[in-house]
C-alpha cells in the first residue's frame, strides 16, 4: 500500500513519518505540510519526496497518514476519502460533529477503509486489558483520569499547539479517556455532568449503556509532579486497574497502520474507524457545550 504523511509537526516527526518508514507493508510515498520548508526537511530525513501540492500526494498514493490539527484533518480526509484514498487518522477526528460527521460520511461512501488512532487501543498491555474487561460483566462504575503538563512544564514540544490551547484537555486527552471505557462500558448515553477545575481541567460523569457511570478527569496543566494517567473499574468482578504501557508512540502507530491494511483488504471495518471517531466527537460536543453552560 503506497501511503503518504499529511502534516509536519512535532507527532508527524517523533511518531507518524518513523512507523511509515518502518511498516513492512507500507510504501512511504512523501509528505505534504502547509509549510513547504517543513516537509522538504521531514522529508529529507527519510528519503522520500516533498509534495507542494496536497491533490498531487493524493495521485499518487493509495492511502494517507494525517499529523494535522483537527479542523484541518477533517477537511483533508473527506478529500482523500472522495479521492478513494484510505485514511489513517489522529484524534480528535474533528473540531465540531458536523466536520466530524463529514469524514465518516465520505469514508463511507467511497468505501475507503479509516482508522483513527487512539493510542491505548493499539498499545500491547492496554489493548489487552480493554478486551478483558469488556468481556466482563457487571462493572459498576469507573474512573478515569488523563492529566498531562503541556502547558506547565515549559519544553513539551506541543505547548506551542494553538488548538491545544483553543480546545484545552476535553479535546486533546479526551479522546483517550472514552477510546478506552467506551468499549468495556457502553455507550455513553447521557453527560450527566460537566465542571470546570484549574486551569483547563474539566471534570466529566457519563453514564454508560451497560449500567455502569463514571467520572473522567482531563487536564494539560496539572502539576508535573501530578501528571499521569489511571483508569479503574470496580463491579461485581472486584477492582482492576489499566495498565502502564512502556512503549513509545511509534510501535502502537504500527498496530494501527497494520489495522489500516487488514480493514482495506477485507472490507471489514475497524472499531477505531471514522464511524467511531465521529461518535467519540459527539460526546466531547456535549461536554463542552454543558461547560459552556452558565452555573445556576
Known amino acids: 500500500m503506497r501511503i503518504g504523511l499529511l502534516g509536519t509537526g512535532p507527532w508527524a516527526q517523533m511518531a507518524h513519518a518513523p512507523a511509515l518508514a518502518e511498516h513492512g507493508k507500507l510504501d512511504f510515498v512523501g509528505v505534504w505540510g502547509r509549510r513547504p520548508d517543513a516537509a522538504k526537511e521531514l522529508a529529507g530525513q527519510h528519503g522520500v519526496r516533498a509534495y507542494d501540492d496536497v491533490d498531487a500526494l493524493l495521485a499518487d498514493v493509495d492511502a494517507v497518514a494525517v499529523a494535522l490539527p483537527p479542523r484541518v484533518q477533517a477537511e483533508l480526509a473527506v478529500r482523500a476519502a472522495r479521492a478513494g484514498r484510505h485514511l489513517l487518522l489522529d484524534k480528535p477526528l474533528a473540531a465540531t460533529v458536523a466536520e466530524a460527521r463529514a469524514v465518516a460520511e465520505a469514508a463511507r461512501e467511497a468505501r475507503v477503509a479509516s482508522v483513527v488512532f487512539f493510542t491505548a487501543r493499539f498499545q500491547t498491555e492496554t489493548a489487552a486489558w480493554i478486551a478483558g474487561q469488556a468481556a466482563t460483566e457487571g462493572w459498576f462504575t469507573a474512573r478515569a483520569q488523563w492529566l498531562g503538563s503541556v502547558f ?53 460523569v457519563l453514564d454508560h449503556a451497560g449500567g455502569a457511570s463514571s467520572t473522567v478527569t482531563l487536564s494539560l496543566t496539572a502539576p508535573p509532579a501530578a501528571a499521569g494517567t489511571g483508569v479503574e473499574l470496580r463491579g461485581a468482578a472486584g477492582v482492576t486497574q489499566l495498565p502502564q504501557s512502556a512503549e513509545g508512540a511509534v510501535p502502537p502507530l504500527l498496530r494501527a497502520a497494520d489495522a489500516l491494511v487488514r480493514s482495506a483488504g477485507t472490507g471489514r471495518p475497524h472499531p477505531c474507524d471514522a464511524s467511531f471517531g465521529l461518535r467519540v466527537t459527539e460526546i466531547l460536543a456535549e461536554a463542552e457545550r454543558l461547560l459552556a453552560e452558565p452555573i445556576g
Open 152 to 204: 506547565t512544564t515549559g519544553d513539551s514540544p506541543f505547548a506551542a499547539s494553538a488548538w491545544r490551547r483553543e480546545k484545552g484537555a476535553l479535546w486533546d486527552v479526551g479522546p483517550h479517556a472514552l477510546s478506552v471505557l467506551l468499549p468495556v462500558l457502553g455507550d455513553a448515553l447521557r453527560v450527566s455532568a460537566a465542571v470546570h477545575g484549574p486551569g483547563d481541567t474539566v471534570h466529566l
